[in-house]
Structures are given as structure tokens and as C-alpha cells.
């Protein structure tokens, strides 16, 4: 089993749609959960950062975690053209050398 | 503000030459420092980190080798470059624990002919 999955996609949406990108993981000793945002041959960009269950907002951008599932979300509303770029799910794994452990990104595409 | 450099951004390299990427950091002090692979479609690969000035930790058993002579310089070498290690070459720079985040840079695209 996989430590992180994710749909590749790719997801397809008309503009001012709500997204929903989703992630489940296996590690339960996984706390810090993040979202990257990555644009053609660009380096990602952190997006979110969440620690432990609950929700978080930033502006257009929700991000969900649920440990007890082992499910990560994130949440786009009025979702624009500038959106159209592959997210990365990434819980935290290890402590000391804080290594991320990285979904392999659903590719997203809003249609104006 | 930090800043993540990487050059050179693409590349064009025959099999069995050398490999030398370099990344610089700035604003920061003892950040710890990544090496990420990421084929084409694919995601993310950790290669190799650092969390301090000679210490390299490995990943992945593969011919490249990572080396961190100052404080915010990570440099990935290669002796001998293989087809397969053509990809989308990342560095990033975390402030370490108790903070997880990590921050890219620019990325350098390498195609091995």
C-alpha cells in the first residue's frame, strides 16, 4: 500500500465551479498535512498547511483533514483559470529531518 | 525574505558525462536542504536531505550523490549520468522541526541523450 494516494486525474471544471481534490494515507503518526500547488515545469508552492484534524481557510482555499479516515481535502470555491495546475497532497512523515511524503498530484483544469 | 536559487534550469547531457547542479538559500541559517527527482507525470521523489553542513542522507541507491559544502549550498553530482536520469531536478529548503513546510526552488530540467 502506498503511503500517500491520489486520483491523477485529470479533473476538469467550468469556472466559479467548487473543486474538491482528495488524498488518503496510511501512516497514523502522520501530523502535519500540506498542499502544494504546481504549475507546468514550475516548482510546487506551498499552498496550506494544517496540523492535525480539523479545518483550515484561506481565502478561496479550504483544506480538511480527517485522521480518523486517514483523508485529506482540499477545497476550491469560484474556482478561476489561474487554478489549472496539478495539486500535491503532502503529510508530514519523519521528525527530525521533517521529510515530506508526497501524492503523486491530481492535474486540474478550469474551463473559462 | 528566502530565496531558493537553482541553475542551471535546463540541461542537455549525454549518457555517461558528469552531472554538477547546484542550489543556494538565502535569508535563512541552518535550513535543512532537499534533492527531489520528478519524472515526467510523476510525483515527487526524495533523493536526498540534509539537515546541517556535511551531513547527507540518502534516499534512493542510485549514481547520484549529494554534497553540502557551506551552510545553504546543496549540490547533486553525477560521474556518470544514466538515460534514466533525465527528469525535473527540484531543491527545497525547510526550517526544520518543529515547522515541516518545505519551499522550492525553480527546479532544472535534465535530459540525458
Known amino acids: 500500500q502506498k503511503e500517500v494516494e491520489q486520483d491523477p486525474g485529470p479533473l476538469s471544471v467550468p469556472e466559479g465551479a467548487i473543486v474538491s481534490l482528495n488524498c488518503t494515507y496510511s501512516n497514523s503518526a502522520f501530523q502535519y498535512f500540506m498542499w502544494y500547488r504546481q504549475y507546468s515545469r514550475k516548482g510546487p508552492e506551498l499552498l496550506m498547511y494544517t496540523y492535525s484534524s480539523g479545518n483550515k481557510e484561506d481565502g478561496r482555499f479550504t483544506a480538511q483533514v480527517d485522521k480518523s479516515s486517514k483523508y485529506i481535502s482540499l477545497f476550491i470555491r469560484d474556482s478561476q483559470p489561474s487554478d489549472s495546475a496539478t495539486y500535491l497532497c503532502?503529510?508530514?512523515?519523519?521528525?527530525?529531518?521533517?521529510?515530506?511524503?508526497f501524492g503523486s498530484g491530481t492535474r486540474l483544469s478550469i474551463r473559462p | 525574505s528566502q530565496t531558493i536559487h537553482q541553475w542551471p534550469a535546463t540541461l542537455v547531457q549525454p549518457v555517461g558525462s558528469p552531472l554538477s547542479l547546484e542550489c543556494t538559500v538565502e535569508g535563512t541559517s541552518n535550513p535543512n536542504l532537499y534533492w527531489y527527482r520528478q519524472a515526467a507525470g510523476r510525483g515527487l521523489q526524495l533523493l536526498f536531505y540534509?539537515?546541517?553542513?556535511?551531513?547527507i542522507s540518502s534516499e534512493v541507491p542510485q549514481n547520484l550523490s549529494a554534497s553540502r559544502p557551506q551552510d545553504r549550498q546543496f549540490i547533486l553530482s553525477s560521474k556518470k549520468l544514466l538515460l534514466s536520469d533525465s527528469g525535473f531536478y527540484l531543491c527545497?529548503?525547510?526550517?526544520?522541526?518543529?515547522?515541516?513546510?518545505?519551499?522550492f526552488g525553480p527546479g532544472t530540467r535534465l535530459t540525458v541523450t
Open positions: 527545497a529548503w525547510g526550517p526544520g522541526a518543529p515547522a515541516y513546510e518545505q519551499y
Open positions: 503532502a503529510p508530514e512523515g519523519y521528525s527530525s529531518a521533517s521529510k515530506i511524503i
Open positions: 540534509s539537515v546541517g553542513i556535511g551531513q
